[in-house]
């Protein structure tokens, strides 16, 4: 006998992405976070965007993370990476990771990552876009996350 309490897993999606939203829209960057990049993903990118708006947006993402964490926890950003790879299930289907290491005051060392999934049809330029052409090809992708507190 099925719990009626449960949520069917559409409407479990349905109300991770309420949450997200209403994070979204209240700047809550945590509340976005607890949804996972995947959530925040499927916000920004409406439709099929380029591979350079893709990685300008999740730079944007991942220096909110570290600006969040250094504020609210002390920290320290010393580096990261945003590692994309394609999943064996599918040639077009990507999982996204991107880790971020700090260290707090006693130099522990402390990690925050966020993970999701896209697709290769949500890139406009899936056949054209070098870096995607090597994606393909190599099954992954590493690009570093940089400091945002730094200036050139």
């Known amino acids: ?22 994070a979204f829209h209240e700047n ?6 607890q949804g996972g990049f995947e959530g925040f993903m499927h916000l920004v990118f409406s439709k099929p965007v380029t591979f350079a708006q893709f ?5 944007e993402y991942c220096d909110q993370i ?8 002390n920290l320290t950003y010393i580096g990261g990476k945003l590692k994309l790879a394609l999943t064996a ?14 260290q707090d005051q006693n130099q522990q060392w402390v990690q925050k990552k966020a993970e999701g999934k896209t ?8 056949d054209t876009e070098p870096n995607l052409m090597r994606l393909r090809r ?14 050139e």
């Open 1 to 22: 006998m099925m719990n009626d309490s449960r949520f069917s897993e559409n409407e479990q999606t349905k109300e991770l992405k309420e949450r997200i939203k209403k």
């Open 28 to 33: 809550d960057l945590w509340g976005i976070l």
């Open 55 to 59: 990685l300008q947006e999740t730079g």
């Open 66 to 73: 570290i600006l969040k964490a250094c504020e609210e926890e």
């Open 89 to 102: 299930a599918s040639d077009d289907a990507i999982q996204m990771q991107a880790e971020m290491f700090f």
């Open 119 to 126: 697709q290769g049809k949500d890139f406009v330029d899936w």
């Open 138 to 151: 190599e099954g992954n992708l590493e690009y570093p996350i940089e400091n945002p507190f730094k200036t």
